[in-house]
């Protein structure tokens, strides 16, 4: 079944980057929503799952167990994707760009490049993350815990970190574009 949705919602370019003509046509066909929705249900079938490249803006797959599954270069904009389990190591480069990713669990995934700008991360553990290189820019950050995670490069600016667990100044000092003003004050 993710075969299906990997050829039936391909990804149409190699941007990372939400455009003006994507916003107005990121939502997924009704087929590939449903499919979705299916594999969601039998849980098992999303962990591991094969989702290289798809192109799944506005999907809805709250609680989702995508442990080890490949989203490596899929496009999730805006995105219904609370309380999912996504700690695999082939998330590099995904887009989850506006997506709702409150209470998910990130633990030990590899998410170098990807593009986390505008999302709603309240909650969010990225434990032993590797989130070099990734666009934080505007997110929600409350109660994000970024225990152990790398930070090399990662874009900060727009966001308020003074209510995230687990900081460090290493990871600050590793991090780009970070506004010291919004720190915790363990860190001022």
């Known amino acids: ?13 190699n941007s990372n980057r939400l455009n003006d003509e994507e916003v107005k046509e990121h939502d997924i066909p009704i ?5 979705l929705t ?12 094969d989702l290289q490249q798809a192109k799944l803006g506005c999907a809805q797959l709250q609680g989702a167990n995508l442990k080890r599954a490949n989203l490596r270069q899929a496009k999730l904009m805006v995105a219904q994707l609370q ?14 760009e506006d997506a709702d990713l409150r209470e998910s669990d990130f633990s030990g ?13 309240v909650g969010a553990v990225f434990e032993r993350a590797d989130l ?10 409350d109660n994000v815990n970024f225990s152990g995670a790398i930070l090399i490069g990662a ?3 727009k966001v308020k970190l003074d209510k995230t667990i ?4 290493p990871q600050i000092q590793q991090a780009q574009q970070v506004d010291v003003t919004s720190l915790p004050d363990y860190l001022k």
């Open 83 to 96: 309380s999912i389990k996504l700690n695999g190591k082939k998330v590099r480069k995904t887009n989850l």
């Open 166 to 169: 687990g900081l460090t100044r």
């Open 38 to 49: 299916i594999l969601k249900r039998r849980n098992s079938e999303l962990v591991s799952a």
């Open 132 to 141: 070099s290189k990734v666009d934080f820019s505007g997110a929600i950050l």
């Open 1 to 13: 079944m993710t075969a299906y949705v990997r050829t039936k919602a391909p990804l149409q370019n």
């Open 31 to 35: 087929d590939i929503q449903a499919v």
């Open 155 to 157: 874009n900060l600016s």
């Open 109 to 121: 995934a590899n998410l170098t490049n990807a593009n986390l700008a505008r999302a709603n991360l």
